[in-house]
């Protein structure tokens, strides 16, 4: 995703700029720790940010230390904007967010993601649109748009893999196609893997630098998180964790194999489980009736954890992750899911794989992977506030 830097001294403006977007304020002594420069490279690149007006200083004391407080270093939010587009398989989600992640505007709107990509793309792009004019915000002022698709992402192409799951977006260069609408750079990833650098950045896994983020919705996916960021294999298709075969004799699934996990513990597969019993019901009302005590409504999240921890007990035996983030619609249903996923996972694990791991419900809920979408945007934009400073440089 990141192309290769002119020269030491914008790399060296980059790597500052990336210290503050994920871990700012800071002092220098901090970012020089952070990014292994020395001192004075840190003050001189500081000075250049100051000067370009992308970072603000003040004097602070978080740590409650005696002496003179370091000066605390911050990108300035007014400095620039990102746009996050979260693609659901039923609707979609529009954030446009300062540079230090804080939500001016959000919209969204329900309709069949997976058979339509141009029609999505179309209401996407208007959304972009209303939520600028919401927030205040003019198209150049935003440094660019992070888009999440629940789908296995080709990055060299910025488009979905070819698959049944989204059959409309077969052949579709989608970031490009969203990009040339909204004229802002675009940048593509999977939408489980976003959700967990959401959750890794802002939620429950904070710091956490090997994490799995399992995203139980619509569908099920997971994001894996090593040494802080997400992982995507070799072609983009690590997480799908959602079609590991948990029954050959089991429902045909959407992938077209048969048995997959997201057949019996996706968001819609509980709800069809209790369509003869209880009627038309949506996730929302699932989970509010198990927390009333419905045995039946009960009975299918826990079926589900017990599900999903079996396939994550094959992936913690494989990734050895320090915590397990459980995230999306299902997610809400706390305990009475977690409770049976982790007891699948004692079962199921090396003991010597799950020494230590922490299994807790993700703290972003439904926003994660448009939260997620608009930290990898503010990620991806180093280049954009590089550029900006070094032709500022250049002009001095």
């Known amino acids: 995703m990141t192309g290769s830097l002119g020269s030491l001294r914008e790399l060296n403006r980059l790597r500052i700029v990336d210290a503050l977007r994920h871990d700012g304020p800071a002092s220098r002594a901090d970012i020089a720790r952070q990014t292994g420069l020395s001192a004075s490279t840190v003050s001189s690149v500081i000075g250049e940010l100051q000067s370009a007006g992308f970072v603000v200083e003040s004097e602070l004391a978080p740590d409650g230390r005696q002496g003179r407080p370091a000066a605390q270093l ?16 039923d609707k979609v989600r529009v954030a446009v967010s300062d540079l230090a992640r804080s939500v001016l505007a959000e919209a969204s709107v329900r309709l069949d993601v997976d058979q339509d990509a141009t029609a999505a793309i179309e209401h996407a792009s208007d959304l972009v649109g209303q939520v600028l004019d919401e927030a205040g915000v003019g198209p150049g002022q935003v440094l660019g748009a992070g888009m999440a698709l629940p789908g296995p992402v080709d990055h060299a192409r910025g488009a979905l893999h070819q698959s049944p799951i989204l059959s409309g977006w077969t052949g579709v260069d989608a970031a490009s196609e969203l990009q040339r609408r909204i004229g802002i750079p675009v940048h593509l990833d999977n939408d489980a893997n976003l959700g967990a650098l959401a959750e890794v950045t802002l939620g429950a896994g904070r710091n956490a630098r090997s994490a799995a983020y399992i995203q139980m919705s619509s569908g099920i996916g997971a994001g894996l998180i090593v040494d802080g960021r997400p992982y995507h294999g070799h072609r983009g298709t690590a997480g799908e964790i959602g079609h590991v075969l948990v029954d050959e004799q089991g429902l045909i699934c959407r992938c077209g194999n048969r048995g997959c996990l997201e057949t019996l513990a996706s968001g819609p597969a509980l709800l069809a489980l209790l369509r003869s019993s209880h009627g038309d ?45 459980v995230g999306g619609d299902l997610s ?16 199921y694990a090396l003991p010597a794989a799950t020494e230590n791991l922490d299994v807790v419900a993700g703290e972003l809920g439904e926003r994660a992977n448009l939260l997620g979408a608009l930290a990898l945007a503010i990620a991806q934009s180093g280049e954009a506030v590089a550029a900006r400073i070094a032709g500022t440089v250049s002009a001095a």
């Open 281 to 325: 019901l949506t996730v929302e009302r699932l989970i509010e009736i198990a927390r009333e005590g419905d045995p039946g409504a009960r009975r299918v999240i826990a079926d589900a954890g017990r599900a999903v921890g079996r396939a994550v007990a094959g992936l913690c035996n494989l990734f050895n992750p320090e915590m397990v983030v």
């Open 74 to 89: 911050t990108l300035d939010p007014s400095a620039g904007a990102a746009v996050g587009l979260d693609f659901d398989h």
């Open 332 to 347: 809400a249903a706390g305990e009475l899911l977690l409770d049976p996923l982790r007891e699948s996972i004692e079962r």
